[in-house]
């Protein structure tokens, strides 16, 4: 499987849990546990694999999900931490990829139209007046504009393709993780990835 299908494997079909380390409360003092990674490893190390829980009543999550989910949940912070872990494992959830706003490009639209029995017209607003000779005579008119701006905005765009890039430097972070590690056992996570910049 590619990366990108392993994630939806395992946060949608086998309903892994992120479980993502909690900040140190120091009012709170208790004794040190065992992560998922450590128990991961251990089980790694021994070579063994727990028998039972997988016919118990209610629900089952792979180990291989199990072990997707812990390196999600590793996420570094140079790559945006918990809340990047967050949208990888929601993105994967829903079978999504981020919106990159394919096709957009900005466009000088009115700002504000209205409706009528004509049809949609730009509204406008006075700016200014000038007199003008119309007729012999000299006159007073309004000058108009119409206010506009673009949509959408370049830096909405921006800004869409930078949160792609992100993403997709996660992905490439969990799918080496899920490479090198070599703790997957039913699973092979292949070197595909989605396009780097599928705009260009």
Request: charged residues 25%; contains cysteine; aromatic residues 8%.
């Amino acid at each position: 499987m590619s990366v990108q299908q392993a994630l939806e494997w395992a946060f949608r079909i086998e309903h892994a849990q992120l479980e993502l380390p909690e900040p140190p409360d120091p009012e709170r003092e208790q004794g040190f546990g065992f992560g998922l990674e450590y128990v991961l490893l251990q089980r790694a190390i021994l070579g063994c694999k727990i028998d039972g829980g997988q016919y118990k009543i209610g629900s089952y999550t792979h180990e291989d999900a199990e072990v997707i989910a812990a390196t999600v949940a590793g996420m570094p912070d140079s790559l945006g931490g918990k809340r990047m872990a967050i949208r990888v494992a929601e993105l994967a959830r829903a079978g999504l990829t981020p919106d990159w706003m394919p096709g957009a490009a900005p466009r000088c639209v009115p700002v504000e139209t209205k409706r009528n029995q004509h049809g949609e017209r730009a509204t406008t607003i006075v700016v200014g007046t000038e007199r003008v000779l119309s007729r012999g005579k000299w006159r007073t008119v309004e000058v108009l504009a119409c206010q506009v701006t673009f949509s959408p905005h370049p830096q909405q765009i921006e800004a869409a393709r930078r949160a792609y890039d992100d993403w997709w430097r996660a992905l490439d972070w969990v799918r080496d993780g899920l490479r090198s590690g070599a703790m997957l056992r039913d699973l092979e996570v292949m070197p595909t990835m989605p396009k780097t910049r599928p705009w260009r």
